[in-house]
């Protein structure tokens, strides 16, 4: 699988968009970009993922470049209850998916 | 739906007992993942199953670690004998069938060990 790179933290205003970068290089051609996210003590929620198109669900968007190797979670009105460790992962066919450290997301009330 | 199901939600056990965590995927669910956690380590991939049969073992610590799908409704996993730093969350993730790799994993709430 590919490895992913993601800030170790971020900051953000509750009511104000949260955007996480990710960097995947290495992407190969049919590998997805998930999403997940893990809030303190609860296991990890899937939130998105794509392939090349962007994406959008009642959760969040995802940006995905066109030579996709970076790609961008948008919260489009963060809350309080978006403080969470949010991974980035790349999803290829050994169905494996290998959680990074993530970047923990700090919603600033 | 319930979700994934794990019992117990906490265990405490003292170093040498066998220890079992047990697992229920979400129904019509075909792949089956065990995680651990740690503030060290992170979210580890231990083993994973499809089709009940187990798929990549890589990721089990050592020889003290085993897991079973006697079908598709249940697993466990078994540490024995038990040592203080497998100390740690233990997650249990099911992914229902998709086109080739690609399914989003639904976690389970997690087992909270401590051995002491």
């Known amino acids: 699988d590919a490895k992913t790179t993601q800030p170790t933290s971020m900051d953000c205003a509750e009511g104000r968009a949260a955007n996480l970068p990710c960097n995947h290089s290495t992407i190969s051609g049919n590998e997805y970009v998930y999403w997940y996210r893990q809030i303190h003590s609860q296991g990890p929620q899937y939130i998105i993922h794509g392939l090349k198109n962007n994406e959008t669900n009642e959760m969040a968007s995802l940006i995905i470049t066109e030579d996709r190797k970076s790609s961008t979670l948008i919260l489009p009105h963060a809350t309080l209850r978006d403080t969470a460790v949010y991974y980035c992962i790349v999803d290829g066919w050994d169905d494996k998916i290998i959680f990074g450290k993530g970047t923990r997301l700090h919603i600033l009330p | 739906d319930a979700g994934v199901i794990q019992s117990p939600r906490h265990e405490v056990t003292e170093m040498g007992q066998e220890v079992t965590l047990r697992c229920k995927p979400i129904s019509g669910h075909n792949s089956l993942f065990w995680y651990r956690q740690t503030m060290m380590r992170g979210l580890e991939l231990l083993i994973y199953?499809?089709?009940?049969?187990?798929?990549?073992d890589s990721g089990m610590p050592e020889d003290r670690f085993s897991a079973k799908m006697p079908n598709a409704s249940f697993s466990t996993l078994k540490i024995q004998p038990s040592e203080p730093r497998d100390s740690a969350v233990y997650f249990c993730a099911s992914r229902s069938p998709q086109g080739g790799s690609i399914g989003t994993q639904y976690f389970g709430p997690g087992t909270r060990l401590l051995v002491l």
């Open positions: 199953f499809n089709n009940n049969v187990p798929i990549d």
